[in-house]
């Protein structure tokens, strides 16, 4: 267990594979003077991750980390994060899937972010499937990781309505605007359980 650091912020590690929209969204709510937590590292699996230009733009320490030798590089990882204080992180957009022993390491304090109202539409291409299915909603989870994808518990979700016109892009669009009022919410919850 990697114990809290006893300073005020909960220090966060986030992990990317793109864009880093929410991402950027967690930086900017860790400047507000009241937040409780403060992104002290990011983690890409991709060296190309847009999301990767946001450390040099907020100052913020940054690791890309070929996951493919997985075993060996997470527990180096543990070793980082312990000399960093990371009390949790935040999957946002990330597309590697953590090993069991990874996850039982920070059980209960690794968040992700899924486009859909789980436990429908687990995976990849959730609007897609939202919009053929005839859904009349689709919207955003974040939710603990445990070792099956996406299937950890719920720790808060919001609907968004699909329209007759709406495009797998248009949905994403409008459901990504709720990601983002979504999961600093989630993290704050789950920071005043700690
Ligand atoms: C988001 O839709 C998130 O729910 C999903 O991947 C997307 C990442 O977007 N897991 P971004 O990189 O945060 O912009």
Known sequence: MIKLNGTKKINIAVFISGKGSNLENLIKCSKDRKSKFKISLV??????ALG???????NIKKKIINFNNSKLI?????KVFEKKHINIICLAGFMKILSKSFIKKFDGRILNIHPSLLPKYKGLNTHLRAIQNNEQYSGCTVHFVNSKIDSG???LQKRVKIFKKDTAKSLAARVLIQEHALYPRALNKVINDL
């Open 43 to 48: 983690i890409s699996n991709n060296s190309k």
């Open 74 to 78: 997470e527990k180096n990882l543990l």
């Open 153 to 155: 518990k719920i720790i």
């Open 52 to 58: 990767l230009k946001l450390t040099r733009k907020f």
